[in-house]
């Protein structure tokens, strides 16, 4: 049986098409305004504020529904048409007009819904359109050589000022907007990221000059969180340089265990090798080699693999600032693709021991991210899952894979606008010791692309 309404009365093309479009944005970062005119509609004008009332709105809009408990009592309904439905009579025409099984339902909620209005938080802030959103300052706290709580009073010592962190993600990322001097915070998912101002420089600080902190964005700090080996582990870093992840990972080990760093490329492997050092991150060993040649007698017993190749970087905030929003060559994307296939399948069936596989980019692009999540996923067979992230973060994360693939919405994507960091997509791959590994065959596969 369809797990969607089945219409008698059809639902009007402006919600309809509205419903698509908002869809489409979110779930695959499309352009509104390309959208918005494939669509046709006669109503260009009608469609474009539904639409940025209800993406302006959708966080609102999500709590009206978790309170109305709306899609617990009306499971077939599609959450999207809901969003719009729900924008247009609270914020919009204030009536709904048809007699179409979706609207009815709406109204039936009405009031509900206008009473949970006045107890809503307004100020929650949407998924933004706006790219005018300033970019704070990272700081990681090198907790090697610093404890995480004597490396925040350095800097009240030198006059900032703790602000206490928030409850909830949309909270915090609130705070994070409206940053000014003298203060800063944790940041909401990873504790030993100091949050300072736009444009804060520390560059010539003394922590900075001698390792003790890192900066680091955001979300170069979220495949390492997510891989989470504890102390003691066996990590292999593939295509480590220059070692911001590897480093990290060495930090939340406790700089215990053991970490192998491969890199290929003379000048980022000594990249590689300076920040290890500066950071003293010991158990970190560096290797000078292929990360595809590497063979599992080279670093033996290795539980948790990190995968960050080369990508097209188009997730990177200051290359978009300087570029503009340009278009990979297709040719290109299509060798980055193919490595980066080739590298994570390696990870994945080439290492035994391995509970957890991470894979992230830089970029925003599918065909780097879910499309290589997919193809994978077919070779794997059931040897591996995919973690849902929105598990492992408790719900508090606002931007995922699109569910037009078969990898659905379990990975992560950080973008600018909404997460206030660099574009960045994770996927989280899980070992089920029941079933056997594939067969790993090394296929043969061309030069990996070099973005030397």
Not at 41 to 53: G, K, M, R, T
Not at 151 to 168: M, N, T
Not at 191 to 197: D, H, N, S
């Amino acid at each position: 049986m369809s797990k969607k309404f089945v219409h008698s009365v059809k639902v009007p093309r402006l919600y309809k098409t509205a419903t698509k479009i908002v869809r489409e944005v979110r779930e695959n970062s499309g352009s509104l305004k390309s959208l918005i005119y494939q669509q046709n509609h006669p109503n260009v004008s009608a469609i474009y504020s539904l639409c940025i009332n209800t993406l302006k709105r959708e966080e609102q809009i999500e709590q009206l529904i978790k309170k109305t408990d709306l899609l617990v009592n009306e499971p077939r309904f599609d959450p999207w048409l809901a969003k719009v439905l729900i924008t247009e009579l609270l914020w919009g025409k204030k009536d709904l007009k048809g007699k179409a099984k979706p609207i009815t339902t709406i109204l039936c909620y009405k009031e509900k819904l206008k009473a949970a209005l006045k107890d809503t938080d307004d100020t929650a802030p949407s998924r933004s359109l706006d790219v005018s959103v300033k970019k704070p300052r990272y700081v990681r706290i090198n907790t090697i050589v610093v404890p995480l709580e004597k490396g925040i009073s350095y800097f009240q010592a030198e006059g900032w000022s703790l602000v206490p962190r928030c409850s909830s993600y949309v909270e915090h990322l609130n705070v994070v907007k409206t940053l000014e001097k003298p203060n800063f915070i944790q940041d909401f998912h990873v504790p030993e990221l100091l949050v300072f101002p736009h444009k804060t420089t520390f560059f010539d600080h003394p922590g900075y000059q001698n390792g003790e902190i890192i900066l680091q964005d955001k979300a170069s700090c979220l495949p390492s969180k997510l891989l989470n080996p504890p102390p003691g582990s066996v990590v292999l870093d593939m295509c480590a340089a220059p070692g911001m992840k590897t480093t990290h990972l060495a930090a939340l080990m406790e700089n215990t265990g053991k970490i192998y760093a491969t890199e290929i490329n003379d000048r980022r492997f000594e990249s590689l090798c300076s920040q290890v050092n500066k950071t003293g991150a010991t158990c970190v060993k560096t290797i000078k080699k292929d990360a595809l040649e590497l063979e599992p007698d080279e670093c033996p017993d290795v539980e948790y693999i990190l995968v960050d190749p080369t990508c097209s970087g188009s997730g990177m905030h200051d290359r978009e600032v300087i570029h503009g929003k340009e278009k990979c060559n297709p040719a290109r994307l299509r060798q980055l693709r193919a490595f980066q296939v080739f590298l994570l399948r390696h990870g994945l069936l080439n290492f035994c021991k391995a509970k957890r596989v991470v894979y992230s980019t830089c970029s925003i692009n599918p065909e780097e991210n879910e499309k290589v999540i997919d193809e994978i996923l077919m070779n794997v067979q059931n040897a591996y899952k995919l973690v849902p992230i929105k598990e492992l973060l408790e719900q508090e994360w606002l931007n995922f894979s699109s569910r037009k693939y078969n990898c659905s919405n379990t990975c992560l994507y950080a973008k600018f606008e909404s997460d206030l960091c660099n574009g960045f997509f994770v996927a989280v791959f899980e070992r089920d010791f029941d079933v056997p590994l594939p067969e790993y065959k090394r296929k043969e596969r061309g030069k990996p692309y070099d973005a030397t």
